[in-house]
């Protein structure tokens, strides 16, 4: 009827006659809090399998059950019912650029980031892409039969593959934040390196930047088959402002036989989040892992990116930086566990602690029977920047077997007076000069990053240590 | 250009400069020897500006300039410098990276990548060092001669008008001192002056002083040529103490 046709011309039909189903009106009155039918409306509305609805659905049980746990950072100040799990309300959609606090936007000004960037990463922007890199890229990579997508995308092209790995390395119910991610999970990449495919350019989930990505809830799944060779680079550096105050990602790494990845993050989540991450790769024969991680932002971090060393011959290297500036708690370390002969690994922790900051080192290393010939050795170096300032350390040492080799050093030092003077006396101020000894004490991990990151994370902690990040 | 009155300096309440007086012209170079303990490494670090000293009385002008105010980095840029006895160890930081910093922070304009490269080359050379040397960690497992020499390369890049030399000569051997005194020596010229803080003579044969002064128990007694040097050699700080005491200064 002509009637209809033209109210349908002018695309007012919804307006006019109410929402169309239970989905739509879900969705246009975003609702706190966490429940069976809200991880049902997600799936539905990603058109998800009915496998992962029930991974979704199972994971939540897990999530409810467990407690909060006590041991770490303070999380008291956590509450569950207060937070958005899927859609944010219009209004916050609605944010504009002026809403931002002024530090934000002052970081953005000294790390000389473009305006559409800015507004990606301080939540009021939609979609960015960069567009020539991107693009010319992702051809190559095509060429190569690298797959490298969002996880959604990971999830509709490549189904059989993703259900093969997805949750086995970290499943549902091993902690409770694994559990949550689990059922609200949305945004992260999945990639899949072909076997002997060596691929050049750091994979960076930056080029696909945009506001539902950089959720709360990502997960990440990386298969890196026989002889493969990654490097990925989560996020990126600047400071990331939401008024989310709970980010928990998950991110599964799998090296098959004789693969290598490695994955480089940069964490700087503003002041008033709680950054709950698991992180967990699986090394078989002659595989190799590497995490570098670095922790700038956020209220609370807790993160221990952690190897598996399942097949002989087999390394893990787990290289971490944490920056801990006042009221921030940084509970940062790694996990090795070394479950075949001849395998080795190393971890590198490097944390810094200034005024009210609190930097704790937590680290696991086990060694099972039968891992005969492993060899280990444990770094963790603390600096403090004033005397205020605290760190603990918590190493956790299991080993099972005789035939093997460990080493473990700890130190904690100051900044000297004389120190300082010595760099002050060749014309640096007093905060150059910090910046430079700081800048010194972290060298052997800004080393192992691509030369870029390495230049923004001294920049970065510089610019904490002056105050002027919020 | 430097002008020290009656410098009274404390630390944690002991007295250590009992008014020392001082003027070190424009082009010239003094020296100041004195026995353990007589309070020279102090008065080099009052000098540059170290917060562990009181200074209870006096004053120290460069250039007209009162200095006492000023933190170290703004008299490093005023163009003051000290050659530390005991240069801290600062681990991570090349000599290259450090080196770069810190030019550019005692300049006016900074320097281009390339210009520097070429002047650390050129300095290394004139201190006859390895230019591999740049890329080790500042003073982290050096030995005391690469220390030193690291300190004279560093006053050839930075390219200060006063230069305090404190004790830069113990430790070295006949050959690291000869290339010290060249580096010292290069400076040479109307807008530089030095002051050499030492406890032997040995080092004035290669740098030659205008001026010596000795130092006993926190002040100047006595001043003198080149030949109040080879005197004290010769006789030893005894000789001087009995001389001249613990009188007031002539």
Request: charged residues 25%.
């Amino acid at each position: 009827m002509p009637e209809d046709k033209t109210i349908q011309q002018l695309g007012l039909d919804e307006y006019k006659f109410g929402f169309r189903d239970p989905e739509e009106y879900f969705f246009k009155t975003p609702r706190k809090g966490l429940d069976p039918e809200i991880v049902a409306m997600i799936s539905k509305h990603k058109n998800e399998p009915e496998w992962m609805l029930e991974f979704r659905l199972n994971a939540l049980e897990a999530f409810m059950e467990r407690p909060t746990p006590t041991w770490g950072g303070d999380l008291s100040g956590l509450n569950f019912d207060d937070i958005y799990y899927y859609i944010r309300p219009m209004e916050n959609q609605g944010r504009s650029w002026d809403d931002v606090p002024s530090d934000i936007k002052n970081t953005f000004d000294k790390l000389g980031i473009p305006q559409a960037e800015r507004e990606i990463l301080a939540g009021v922007g939609a979609q960015y892409e960069s567009e020539v890199v991107y693009h010319s890229l992702k051809e190559e990579w095509e060429n190569q039969g690298v797959v490298f997508l969002d996880m959604d995308g990971g999830l509709r092209e490549h189904e059989d593959l993703v259900r093969e790995y997805f949750g086995t390395i970290i499943p549902p119910d091993d902690n409770k934040f694994a559990a949550l991610n689990s059922a609200v999970w949305s945004g992260g990449s999945f990639v899949y390196i072909p076997p002997g495919v060596h691929v050049d350019i750091p994979l960076q989930a930056y080029f696909r930047i945009n506001a539902e990505n950089m959720g709360q809830f990502e997960r990440t799944l990386i298969i890196a088959d026989e002889g493969a060779y990654v490097h990925y680079i989560e996020g990126c550096t600047a400071p990331t402002y939401t008024t989310n105050s709970l980010h928990s990602a998950v991110v599964e790494l799998v090296a098959k036989p004789t693969a290598r990845i490695r994955y480089s993050t940069i964490q700087n989540w503003s002041h008033n989040t709680y950054n709950l991450v698991t992180k967990r790769a699986v090394a078989y024969e002659n595989a190799t892992v590497e995490w570098v991680d670095g922790n700038l932002g956020s209220k609370l971090t807790m993160k221990y990116p952690a190897v598996y060393l399942m097949g002989e011959g087999a390394r893990g290297e787990i290289l971490s930086v944490a920056y801990a500036g006042d009221g921030q708690h940084q509970d940062a370390g790694g996990k090795v566990v070394h479950a075949a002969p001849n395998t080795s690994s190393r971890i590198t922790s490097k944390s810094i602690s200034k005024g009210t900051g609190r930097s704790t080192y937590r680290g696991l290393l086990k060694v099972h029977e039968g891992a005969e010939g492993s060899k280990s050795r444990v770094e963790c170096d603390a600096l403090l920047l004033d005397e205020k300032a605290r760190t603990d350390t918590y190493p956790y040492i299991e080993i099972e077997e005789k035939k093997v080799t460990t080493e473990h050093e700890a130190t904690v030092s100051k900044v000297g007076e004389d120190q300082l003077f010595y760099l002050m006396s060749r014309g640096l101020s007093e905060e150059e000069a910090m910046a430079m000894v700081v800048n010194g004490f972290i060298e052997p991990i800004a080393k192992e990053l691509p030369l870029e990151y390495a230049i923004e994370l001294n920049r970065l902690i510089q610019l904490e240590m002056e105050g002027s990040v919020g | 250009m430097l002008r020290i009155e009656n410098l009274h300096v404390e630390v944690d309440g002991n007295e250590i400069v009992k008014g020392l007086e001082l003027e070190v012209g424009r082009g010239e170079i003094h020296a100041i020897m004195g026995p353990n303990g007589s309070g020279k490494s102090t008065l080099a670090n009052v000098l540059m500006g170290h917060p562990r000293y009181d200074i209870t009385e006096g004053s120290v002008t460069f250039e007209g300039e009162d200095v006492l105010e000023l933190e170290p980095d703004e008299r490093a840029k005023m163009g003051i410098f000290l050659a530390f006895q005991y240069p801290s160890e600062v681990p991570g930081v090349s000599v290259a990276n450090f080196l770069r910093t810190a030019v550019n922070s005692v300049r006016e304009e900074e320097l281009s990548p390339m210009e520097m490269y070429k002047l650390l080359q050129e300095k290394m050379a004139v201190m006859r060092m390895d230019p591999k040397f740049a890329e080790r960690y500042l003073n982290e497992g050096f030995s005391g001669g690469e220390k030193k020499r690291n300190e004279i390369l560093q006053m050839l890049m930075l390219e200060p008008k006063l230069a305090i030399l404190d004790e830069t000569d113990s430790g070295l051997d006949i050959d690291a001192l000869q290339v010290v005194a060249r580096g010292v020596n290069e400076m040479r010229g109307p807008e530089f002056s030095a002051v050499l803080i030492t406890h032997y003579q040995r080092i004035l044969r290669y740098i030659e002083p205008d001026r010596v002064h000795v130092m006993l128990d926190g002040r100047l007694v006595t001043s003198g040529g080149k030949e109040l040097a080879e005197a004290l050699e010769e006789r030893g700080y005894d000789w001087v103490r009995q001389e001249f005491g613990a009188g007031a200064q002539s």
